[in-house]
């Protein structure tokens, strides 16, 4: 184990995932009026109509194999008597099938955003760290994309070298010699998805947490949202309960006939 | 009953020349930044016409506003909450920048900085999107003053109005010798724009502070609200996630993408001056002093019975029954219960806007068949009398003027003629009245009284400045907290302090 699979394997995960977590806890409470997807919808249509719904539901896809690679540990399937081999032919299937709509939905984006066919209105709206973050993105996925088809044999089985490697570093037991041995398109793809997970909060990915609150709090809630704006102001000016600095004094009621040419002067 | 207070515009379209200033102020005041420069959170059409953004009204394109279901339900027109989720990647619906128009600006440097040349430099268009030259196809009012009458043609209302059909077609007949083809007027005709019946008003719009608003229900991150003291509806744009649902929820299209910050935009009502007791911008730079500003106050426990109106034609009725009456004492009395200040209940005793809606009858809602609930009303406007007519003495009915009270009924009542008749009627009557006074003819056969009468002229023909706004103030933060809770309440952040942060 030299320092640098060390350092890759043991350190770096921690590194990406605190960057994650810390970035995006800071963004979402002092930079909330920056949390956007940017859709560029409204520039442009045509294209993405068909890019952007592939690219997502394939994501999505994508992302629930993931995680399902990730929750279920091989001595639960090899419990209940799925083979090794049924679980490849499985999660290469699909897997493959997921990888390769990504491949074409991302394809469909950059060409969208950078190709030949982009209009300019898109192309004068990309900012540094959108292209930066188009890099990052498409390295990704295709070492993701290479490392499944590579592996279409299932001659290295990921579910005893990987999959026990995130876990172990999610319970904080990192254990770097379960990925060294593993090929290089997989190591790729690892040293990619970290990267990717440490710029997530500084770019537009950020629009995916909304994603996962903000439809089970809408399904919830009444149609017509109030909101009194009044309420710390109001509550700050009352006489006696101790005027904030800045605020000004005004009482809660009005003097009878106030309107507009009779109000007090000029506003504090 | 639970009562709450809304601020309320009325728009007495007899008086609008079409003037744009409203929508200059407003722009100056709230849309001059980046990302915003396509915005027009007041605007002026020309009707007939397609409107900004281009068919507005065409809802079944759109599928904005709110839909009754046959249980008597109502839902939003998109569809149910998982159904409008599930077009979030991709929105059919979603209007695109050339819906409103490309926005650009002049090469006015060329015009101080050109050399000697044999031509005078020209200050050429260029692009805010992209920075590039580009030829302007489209603008916010391109169809002004009816430019171009095949823009007008497609005005969705037309496609079920006619035109007037006069009160007496012997009548017609004597004046026209030779048109026996008007005859056919009333009888399912369309309104055909030719030279000799064309007719043209404007149309100002802003946000209306739907009671029942659409694209308050439609925003998955809550971001949208009502305000409780004073109705208007703002944007956090902290809480907003650019989902952009509410775009096309909004079945006025008041509701604005913010390409450059990702997130909606829309009028805010000017908050902040009818915090300090000031009207709107627009109404009170308003030329024509056509704008009426003022508390209502209303029940909130019938607004969903009222959006729920099985008959379209009956909504704005049901509207006047939300409306309730600041002279009652069980009202005056929820009021107070519910939080609503007394100087505001004393403005909405003396409202401007209360009186033309409700005490007087002269007011409707731009398209209440959408069911938000609209709380910007509408004085429909009195026209010329058609030149065939004009031999006929004295002032016309509402039947006989140039503008088809089907058209109008099409835009403030769903088709149906008999309000837009009485009101226009009304309108008339407050004429005859006034010349019956300067000229001791006889007084006209009317069921308001000549106070009335006066009342009705000094506020709808005098409008004085005090008459027309009836703002009361409201609790104001410091400055510096007013400018920290500004981009909660809907002021976009400019691009630079965008830039500050993050970028992407």
């Keep these: 184990m030299t320092p640098v699979d060390i350092f890759l394997w043991a350190v770096c995960p921690y590194i990406s995932f605190t960057i994650l977590i810390v970035g995006t806890v800071i963004r979402r409470v002092f930079f909330a009026r920056t949390w956007t997807s940017k859709s560029s919808e409204f520039l442009e249509k045509r294209q993405e109509r068909v890019a952007t719904p592939l690219f997502h539901a394939a994501l999505l896809f994508v992302f629930f194999g993931h995680l399902g690679g990730f929750l279920i540990p091989k001595t639960l399937t090899d419990a209940v008597g799925f083979t090794e081999e049924m679980y490849h032919v499985v999660a290469f299937s699909m897997g493959g099938l997921a990888g390769t709509a990504l491949v074409l939905g991302l394809a469909l984006l950059i060409r969208r955003r950078f190709g030949h066919a982009s209009p300019r209105r898109i192309r004068a709206n990309t900012s540094a760290m959108d292209k930066v973050l188009y890099v990052v993105l498409t390295a990704t996925i295709l070492s993701g994309f290479i490392a499944t088809f590579s592996n279409a044999s299932g001659a290295y089985v990921y579910r005893e070298g990987i999959m026990p490697w995130i876990r172990g570093v999610v319970a904080l037991h990192p254990d770097p010699t379960l990925v060294m041995g593993a090929p290089i398109p997989f190591k790729v793809h690892m040293c990619c998805w970290m990267v990717f997970f440490a710029l997530l909060p500084f770019t537009r990915i950020v629009h995916m947490f909304s994603g996962v609150t903000a439809p089970f709090k809408y399904l919830r809630r009444p149609a017509v949202v109030y909101r009194r704006d009044e309420g710390v102001v109001a509550a700050a000016a009352v006489p006696g309960v101790g005027v904030q600095a800045g605020v000004a004094e005004r009482p809660r009621e009005f003097p009878r006939g106030a309107s507009y040419g009779e109000h007090e002067g000029a506003r504090s | ?504």
């Excluded at chain 2, 009562?3 to 728009?11: E, F, K, N, P």
């Excluded at chain 2, 959170?41 to 281009?54: A, K």
């Excluded at chain 2, 627009?282 to 030329?287: E, F, G, I, L, P």
């Excluded at chain 2, 939080?339 to 731009?366: N, T």
Aim: glycine content about 6%; hydrophobic content about 35%.
């Design chain 2, 1 to 504: 009953m639970r009562i709450r207070a809304q601020i309320s515009m009325v728009m007495n379209l007899d008086k609008c020349l079409g003037c744009h200033t409203c929508s200059i102020t407003c722009k100056n005041a709230w849309t001059n930044r980046k990302g915003t420069e396509y915005m027009y959170f007041n605007n002026v059409e020309t009707r007939p016409g397609v409107g900004y953004p281009r068919d507005w009204e065409n809802q079944d394109r759109w599928l904005g506003g709110w839909e009754l279901r046959d249980s008597g339900k109502l839902r939003l027109r998109g569809g149910n909450k998982a159904t409008r989720l599930l077009k979030l990647f991709y929105n059919p619906e979603q209007p695109e920048v050339d819906d409103y128009f490309e926005p650009w600006t002049y090469d006015y440097e060329t015009l101080t900085t050109s050399g000697r040349t044999r031509h005078q430099p020209v200050a050429r268009p260029r692009s805010l999107l992209t920075g590039d030259r580009m030829e302007i196809e489209w603008g916010p009012n391109w169809d002004d003053d009816l430019a171009g009458t095949q823009i007008a043609r497609q005005d969705p209302n037309l496609a079920h109005a006619t035109p007037n059909a006069p009160a007496s077609l012997e009548d017609v007949r004597a004046a026209v010798d030779g048109m026996a083809a008007y005859a056919h007027a009333g009888t399912g005709e369309r309104i055909r724009m030719d030279m000799q019946d064309l007719f043209m008003k404007y149309l100002p719009r802003t946000c209306n502070h739907c009671l029942n608003p659409a694209c308050v229900a439609a925003c998955p991150s809550g971001a949208i609200y009502k305000r409780e003291e004073d109705g208007v509806v703002l944007i956090s744009q902290d809480a907003c996630r650019g989902w952009r649902e509410c775009v096309p929820a909004c079945p006025y299209k008041k509701v604005f993408y913010n390409w450059e910050t990702g997130k909606s935009e829309k009028c805010t009502f000017c908050y902040p001056r009818l915090e300090s007791g000031q009207p709107t911008i627009c109404a009170d730079t308003c030329v024509g002093r056509l704008r009426y500003m003022g508390v209502l106050l209303y029940d909130v426990d019938k607004v969903e019975a009222a959006a729920s109106t099985r008959d379209p034609q009956g909504i704005w009725r049901a509207m006047l029954d939300v409306i309730a009456d600041p002279h009652d004492p069980a009202v005056v009395a929820a009021a107070k219960a519910g939080g609503v200040p007394d100087a505001w209940v004393a403005a909405a005793q003396d409202s401007p806007v209360y009186r033309l809606i409700k005490e007087w009858g002269l007011a409707l809602p731009l398209h209440a068949e959408y069911r938000t609930l609209p709380m910007v009303w509408y004085v429909p406007p009195m026209s010329p009398v058609l030149s065939r007519l004009e031999a006929r003495p004295g002032l016309a009915d509402a039947d006989e003027m140039r503008i088809p009270v089907s058209y109008l009924a099409e835009l403030f009542s769903a088709g149906d003629p008999e309000p837009i008749r009485a009101i226009i009627n009304r309108l008339v009557a407050v004429r005859l009245h006034m010349r019956a006074r300067e000229v001791g003819d006889p007084e006209p056969a009317c069921d308001l009284s000549p106070e009335t009468l006066d009342a009705m002229y000094r506020l709808l023909a005098i409008a004085r400045r005090e008459d027309r706004f009836r703002v009361p103030t409201s609790p104001v933060a410091s400055r510096d907290e007013a400018l920290d809770a500004q981009r909660t309440r809907g002021f976009g952040a400019s691009a630079t302090s965008l830039k500050g942060g993050f970028s992407a």
